[in-house]
């Protein structure tokens, strides 16, 4: 499973479970519908609708068809790259339950993340690397969660919730619906308000709307019916970032970088009048930590943490008075995380407001003021980020009112 999806163009989520080694496998309607759900069963991962566009899906319910597909063929060899970014909680636990049956079956798997939790709670051996190198390899019961972060986060700086006295509202929607859409849970009468020194945090398995919420705030689709204002103007496409405003997309790949690109050029995509200075891109580069020889490599050349560093970097570098920032550390290492999630907080800090729509709700939990989840287009109300952490899983697959 590849952390950048492969999933073949033109296809139902239904048909991609069906695509074998060596070729399509043909099935009938009822049959591939079938095998859909029975490979819902067997992983534990809602997988939502079979005949769903599956190119078209929401970047976490894609995640979710990789990992169902690659668990549901039973490989002798399990290669998972970056599984769980986008899963809930609850969804963790079936994850981890599946690959140690797999492994039980006598499959060897090899399990890259950046999330430690997962990992003891998978994983019979653990090999650490830092920059390119291997620091070391221990069997779990070896080391520990605290022995692992305090390699990754030298140097690097805390993020934390500061006491910030929220000021005006910048971002206000009001009761915002959009009609359903393949995939995706349609928001229903949706309201939010951000305000000037505020992180909003909105928590949710991808696929129940946040997509959606994302696209309307930044004016890329319209609401069927509500309202967007932002800095006391209505939200129009192209006006965005003219009210100074900046996004980190959800999907780096389609909507962040233009990949063929070098890092320089993608750094003044954001520019109305491109700075010419070559210094700049590779100050932001050393700044940014981006593993690159020079700004002048490709973007394409990249793994997908650095690729996400350009875009942090571009969108950071504005200094925006709105930042719309969609699941901004999937991808990132922990010191990685831990500098982005403390980018977000000097936003905030000097006055800026941050809309933090993310599945990972340890994110959420280490910056947002409050935390709302999403859960098939409806908000909850505000909850405090010291919410116990079963209650706001549980409310965001709709196991109980959070």
Do not use: W
């Not at 894609?62 to 549901?72: G, K, P, V, Y």
């Not at 100050?283 to 930590?289: E, F, K, N, T, W």
């Amino acid at each position: 499973m590849h952390q950048h999806f492969a999933i073949p163009p033109g296809l139902t989520a239904a048909e991609c479970l069906a695509v074998e080694d060596d070729g399509f496998r043909p099935l009938g309607p009822r049959a591939l519908a079938e095998r859909f759900r029975r490979t819902e069963r067997e992983t534990g991962i809602a997988l939502g609708e079979p005949n769903a566009e599956a190119a078209r899906l929401p970047v976490g319910a894609r995640q979710r068809l990789e990992l169902a597909r690659a668990l549901s063929r039973q490989p002798d060899l399990l290669l998972l790259d970056e599984p769980t970014a986008v899963l809930a909680p609850a969804e963790i636990g079936a994850f981890a339950d599946s690959v140690r049956r797999a492994a039980a079956r006598g499959a060897a798997v090899v399990f890259i993340t950046h999330k430690l939790p997962e990992v003891f709670a998978v994983a019979d051996r653990i090999t650490l690397l830092r920059r390119g190198r291997r620091i070391f390899t221990k069997a779990a019961r070896e080391t520990s969660p605290g022995e692992i972060a305090s390699l990754f986060l030298e140097g690097a700086a805390p993020a934390a919730r500061a006491l910030r006295e929220p000021g005006a509202p910048v971002l206000v929607v009001d009761r915002v619906s959009t009609p359903p859409s393949p995939g995706a849970a349609p928001l229903d009468a949706l309201s939010l308000v951000v305000r000037e020194r505020e992180i909003a945090a909105v928590v949710g398995v991808d696929g129940n709307g946040q997509e959606e919420l994302a696209e309307i705030v930044a004016g890329l689709r319209a609401p069927a019916s509500g309202s967007v204002r932002l800095a006391g103007a209505p939200v129009a496409r192209g006006g965005f970032r003219r009210s100074g405003a900046s996004i980190v997309p959800g999907d780096r790949q389609r909507e962040g970088l233009i990949l063929d690109f070098s890092i320089a050029d993608n750094l003044r995509l954001a520019e109305p009048i491109p700075d010419p200075d070559p210094d700049r891109a590779e100050r932001a580069v050393a700044d940014s930590r981006i593993v690159a020889p020079s700004a002048r490599v490709p973007a394409r050349a990249l793994s997908g943490g650095n690729r996400q560093k350009v875009i942090l970097a571009r969108e950071l570098g504005r200094e925006p008075r709105f930042l719309l920032a969609v699941s901004p550390t999937r991808g990132l290492d922990l010191a990685a995380s831990r500098a982005t999630l403390a980018a977000l907080c000097a936003v905030a800090d000097r006055g800026g407001a941050v809309l933090l729509v993310t599945s990972d709700l340890d994110d959420a939990r280490a910056v947002g003021d409050a935390v709302r989840v999403l859960y098939r287009g409806r908000l909850s109300p505000p909850l405090p980020p010291d919410t116990p952490l079963e209650v706001v899983g549980r409310a965001m697959i709709g196991l109980g009112a959070a």
